[in-house]
């Protein structure tokens, strides 16, 4: 019986690589249930709404950083997750994807990725001035920045009461290229990519030429890379070489191709996917849980 076409353009290329280590992984019944936080509360009681949104200004080499909180609304210390946005900082759909990890019993930052060249928690439009501005800034920031603010925001996890030191990346379009890099720093865990740009192009940030593929032994994370079979920007000879450098590095990883645009993810605009967009943030809510508790 042939596959019924909505089903058939749904389904995905799923590959696993896991580094050699040696250890021995826990027994599944020895896992702390999905979604607790690191405590002896038991999921009954355990409020896993999530606390209204607050922020912080981070001091970074380049000036404050306005960093949005998303915090679950329950007793006890979470995980701590930086969420890397679009080129578009903190829109309404990068919001609301905070809120589903934060609702997931994850405490998630996410910092305004230009802050040196935009006000406090500005925002751009979804449109050609937004996009252009967005792209202009990409390659106006140096490397180095964009490396300096994911220390602080690390920095700021290892110091709040809340959180428990664990910590995790994920990011969407240019922030899954900075939540790949972010996971070059040894404290992260864990790291979600939904569809990296630039990395097989080496030409993010000043001077585009940037080193995240030579950096890519560097990662210990356990990472979660995903695509849009149908993405212009990451075609498919890219995704291969990010694959196989991911693979020569012993990186611990899996590998998702789906049919979907650029931007499938984004609860806004003609090319968003809610199907992919739920079965997606599922999957990565529970990786983050899985190497994060």
């Known amino acids: 019986m042939p596959i019924p076409e909505r089903r058939r ?44 949104p607050t922020h912080v200004d981070l001091d970074t080499p380049t000036g404050p950083m306005r960093t949005h909180l998303f915090r679950p609304d329950g007793p006890g210390r979470y995980p701590g997750v930086i969420l890397y946005s679009e080129i578009y900082q903190m829109t309404a759909p990068i919001a609301r994807t905070a809120a589903v990890l934060a609702g997931h019993g994850l405490l998630v930052a996410v910092p305004d990725v230009y802050h040196e060249y935009t006000e406090l928690g500005e925002a751009f439009a979804y449109d050609k001035e ?15 920045a964009y490396d300096a603010d994911a220390r602080s925001v690390i920095d700021f996890f290892g110091q709040d009461e809340g959180c428990t030191g664990q910590v995790g990346t994920v990011g969407i379009c240019l922030g899954g290229h900075l939540a790949f890099r972010a996971a070059m ?3 992260v865990k864990a790291g979600v990519c ?17 080193d995240s593929l030579d950096r890519i032994p560097e990662i210990q994370a356990e990472m979660m890379m995903i695509w849009g079979r149908q993405d212009p920007h990451i ?5 291969r070489l990010i694959y196989d450098a991911l693979t020569a ?45």
């Open 9 to 52: 353009l749904k389904r995905s290329t799923i590959h696993h690589h896991r580094r050699q280590t040696g250890k021995t992984s826990r027994h599944p019944g020895h896992r702390r249930p999905f979604g607790l936080p690191s405590t002896d509360l038991t999921r009954h009681e355990l409020n896993m709404r999530i606390q209204a």
């Open 130 to 144: 937004g996009t252009d501005r967005g792209n202009q800034l990409k390659v106006e920031k140096a490397i180095a």
């Open 185 to 187: 720093n040894e404290e």
């Open 194 to 210: 939904f569809y990296a740009t630039d990395i097989h192009k080496r030409s993010l940030g000043k001077g585009m030429h940037d």
């Open 235 to 239: 075609p498919a000879e890219g995704r």
């Open 249 to 293: 590095a012993g990186v611990s990883f899996s590998w998702h191709e789906v049919n979907g645009e650029h931007a499938f993810m984004r609860d806004e605009g003609h090319r968003y996917d809610p199907e992919l967009a739920l079965l997606l943030n599922s999957m990565a809510c529970q990786h983050l849980n899985r190497h994060l508790r």
